[in-house]
């Protein structure tokens, strides 16, 4: 069964601020392998918009750097697995996530977030301060 995996993009390494991405890489992977990937702009897309941006690519897997709480909510509503707390280049951690090797940090939240209304976060500008470990 095909499965598409997402992964904040940015230079080809993980972006480390889901809520700021503006291209994902989407990998189509079967049977434990890669069998094709593309780069995909969110179109000024933000926080509360990227769960259902995800679900027109049919991603079903999420691998990134920090993410908020609102945010893994929102995709654990539409069914996306989400992997966070990752670093590294795109197509290695999702080698790793195939070979069951990927470390990542089910807790990882960008700090910045614990303060803010998630539904509002798209009106304001932000920035994580060193918080989302870039």
């Known amino acids: 069964m095909k499965t598409r995996v997402a992964v904040t993009y940015e230079n080809g390494q993980v972006f480390q601020h889901f809520g700021h991405t503006e291209q994902f890489q989407i990998f189509t992977v079967e049977d434990g392998k890669i069998l094709s990937d593309e ?68 807790n990882a939240e960008c700090a910045d977030h614990h303060h803010h209304d998630h539904e509002n976060c798209g009106e304001h500008d932000h920035h994580c301060g060193g918080h989302c470990g870039h």
Do not use: P, W
Request: charged share 10%; net charge neutral.
């Open 39 to 106: 780069i995909v702009s969110t179109n000024g897309s933000g926080h509360s918009l990227l769960a259902d941006f995800l679900v027109v690519q049919g991603a079903s897997v999420l691998i990134c750097g920090g993410i908020g709480g609102g945010a893994k909510m929102a995709l654990a509503q539409k069914n996306i697995s989400v992997f966070g707390g990752v670093t590294g280049e795109t197509r290695k951690v999702v080698e790793d996530y195939l070979a069951g090797t990927l470390l990542f940090n089910a």
